[in-house]
């Protein structure tokens, strides 16, 4: 298999990366190391993931993004969003405002309220500092571990899978039940101010839960990182319910930019094997 590690250069930003998380462990992290260690965590993702380069498309996601994130986090973050030439259904976020969703999950939508949903909850785990508290929380060795493990594959014993399991995860970790309920939160809420039915977000959820029933491979990711979708479901909706019915009805559900949006990503050229 081709190297995923270029020459040099992704060692190097590798031992950056392991320096910035170990010092998210040794005390409290500014928006700007924040910042400064998405900035880390993106260039590598970007170097090791086949992102989606077709311009349309990612202006679409970026301004549909944009439209949440700038009510949702008031730090003024420069938030990015990107698109992940991956069928399998997923989406994550690193800290300091860079947001990725496969287009598995793209695929999958019926309408733009349902992908506006699963922007807006990665969004809120930015806004909640989820993954940065993640990194304060794990080991220092087991940060490099995990980091080493996701994005370079590079974990072939028994020795290193069973130190990630110890230490926590510190990047595309499961989180908790607390942190997925404070995302959905998030979304539900911010959607709402962009304009967007958060009708969506329980929609999605249920679209998922659907096909696990048939196709559990294609969303396994999926329940691995973002746990208790039944719940979430029970849950959104209650949120939602604190809403004016009235209200509701006037946010915006679908729009012809979203279905060629959609149709584009849709057509473009599958991932080609490394």
Not at 61 to 72: F, H
Not at 138 to 152: D, E, F, M, S, Y
Not at 186 to 210: C, H, K, S, W, Y
């Amino acid at each position: 298999m081709k190297s995923l590690v270029p020459p040099g250069s992704g060692t190097t930003r590798l031992a950056c990366l392991f320096t910035l998380a170990a010092l998210a462990t040794a005390c409290s992290v500014s928006m700007q190391q924040e910042v400064q260690m998405g900035q880390e965590y993106s260039a590598e993702i970007n170097g090791q993931l086949p992102i989606v380069q077709d311009a349309e498309v990612n202006r679409y996601v970026n301004v549909l993004g944009d439209s949440i994130a700038n009510l949702a986090d008031p730090r003024g973050l420069d938030y990015q969003f990107y698109i992940v030439n991956a069928a399998e259904v997923n989406a994550f976020a690193v800290p300091g405002g860079f947001v990725y969703v496969n287009r598995g999950l793209i695929d999958r939508t019926t309408n733009l309220s349902q992908l506006a949903g699963v922007l807006g909850h990665e969004i809120g785990h930015v806004v909640r500092r989820h993954s940065v508290k993640q990194m304060q929380k794990a080991q220092r060795a087991n940060i490099g571990i995990v980091l080493g493990c996701t994005l370079l594959n590079v974990c072939n014993n028994e020795a290193t899978n069973a130190a990630i399991q110890v230490g926590g995860a510190a990047l595309f970790a499961k989180f908790g039940r607390d942190d997925e309920r404070e995302a959905d939160e998030e979304a539900v809420r911010n959607v709402v101010r962009a304009g967007i039915d958060p009708r969506g977000i329980p929609q999605m959820f249920q679209i998922l839960l659907t096909e696990r029933q048939t196709r559990p491979a294609a969303v396994e990711g999926w329940f691995n990182t973002h746990p208790g979708e039944e719940e979430r479901i029970r849950d959104s909706e209650a949120m939602i319910a604190q809403h004016d019915p009235a209200i509701l009805r006037t946010l915006t559900v679908n729009t012809p930019n979203f279905e060629a949006f959609q149709a584009r990503v849709r057509a473009l050229p599958a991932q080609r094997a490394r």
